[in-house]
Every structure is written in C-alpha cells, then in structure tokens.
C-alpha cells in the first residue's frame, strides 16, 4: 500500500454534489463493511460518514446538518455490526488507557454499550433528539452481522 486506484468509471466532475438518493449513511470504519455492495451504491449516491462503533458524535451531528441542510438529503440510515471493536472496551477505559500511555487523557465519553443492538439505540435516540437536523422523520437503524451478511432491522426487537 498504498497508491490510490480508480475506484470508478464515472468521474467525479460528471455528478451533482448533492447525494442523487438523498440519503446519508452513518456506519462503522470497520475494514469488512462493504457499503457500496450492500446498498448497491454508486459514485454520488449517498454521504457516508464512518467513525469508530458508528457513534452519534457532535462531529457526525455536524456533518448530518451540513448534509441535510447543505446538500439536500433527508434520510439517515445507521448501520452497526457484531464484532464491533467499540464493544470490547469502554470508551472511557480506552481514553484511560490512551492517558496513561500519554499523560494526556482524551475527552472520548461517547454513548456506547458492549452491545451493537443497545449502542445503535443511544445513537437512533441522539439522532432523532438533534435539533440542528432538518429531517428526523426518516432515520433508520441496522446492526450488519459480520458473519453471516445479514442486516438486521433494529426495528425487529
Ligand atoms: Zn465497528
């Protein structure tokens, strides 16, 4: 690695910046989630913004406001995962641990449990009580098993 490759033949001077499906997608940086197969997307279909367990941080509200009120999309769809390294240490002890090697300890206390399922309820619940987004009607949530592909509603209980 790591020299940048094409990713598609369509070149990025030939799309609107606006999101063609008005959708932006919320997800972990794990390395095995493949959302462009997933929801069959395509260059200038949706916003993606990836963070560590796919958290509601004030970044990713942030960047949720631009792209609703910037570039016109009026959906969100969140997808969490098994196997989720947010789920084998707290926030807070990783913040501890990242102090105590640096002497300088992070401010990382973010909403999550040892759980995907009850991690992307606190982040449905912090995105759907977001003032600064437009459109809260149309947010959904997914946990992806990584083991099987399947993506489970967290709608389904
Ligand atoms: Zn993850």
């Given at each position: 690695?790591?020299e940048?490759?094409?990713?598609?033949a369509?070149?990025?001077?030939e799309?609107?910046a606006?999101?063609?499906?008005k959708?932006?997608i919320?997800t972990?940086?794990d390395a095995?989630i493949n959302?462009?197969?997933l929801?069959?997307?395509?260059?200038?279909?949706?916003?993606v913004?990836?963070?560590?367990?796919?958290?509601?941080t004030p970044?990713?509200i942030?960047?949720l406001a631009?792209s609703?009120?910037?570039l016109?999309?009026?959906e969100?769809?969140?997808i969490a995962?098994?196997?989720?390294?947010?789920h084998?240490?707290?926030?807070?002890e990783?913040?501890k641990?990242v102090?105590?090697?640096t002497g300088?300890?992070?401010?990382?206390?973010v909403p999550a449990?040892?759980?995907?399922h009850?991690t992307l309820?606190?982040?449905?619940?912090?995105?759907?009580?977001?003032p600064e987004l437009k459109h809260?009607d149309k947010?959904?949530?997914?946990?992806?098993?990584?083991?099987?592909g399947?993506?489970?509603?967290?709608?389904?209980?």
């Amino acid at each position: 690695m790591t020299e940048p490759v094409k990713p598609h033949a369509t070149h990025p001077s030939e799309l609107d910046a606006p999101p063609k499906l008005k959708l932006a997608i919320l997800t972990c940086m794990d390395a095995r989630i493949n959302l462009w197969d997933l929801f069959h997307l395509g260059l200038g279909d949706a916003h993606v913004i990836r963070n560590a367990g796919a958290i509601a941080t004030p970044d990713v509200i942030r960047s949720l406001a631009a792209s609703q009120r910037l570039l016109e999309t009026e959906e969100i769809v969140v997808i969490a995962h098994t196997d989720c390294g947010i789920h084998r240490i707290a926030p807070t002890e990783f913040a501890k641990q990242v102090g105590e090697e640096t002497g300088t300890v992070p401010d990382w206390t973010v909403p999550a449990t040892d759980d995907p399922h009850s991690t992307l309820a606190l982040t449905l619940d912090v995105l759907r009580a977001a003032p600064e987004l437009k459109h809260r009607d149309k947010i959904t949530g997914w946990v992806l098993d990584v083991e099987s592909g399947e993506l489970t509603s967290a709608d389904a209980g």
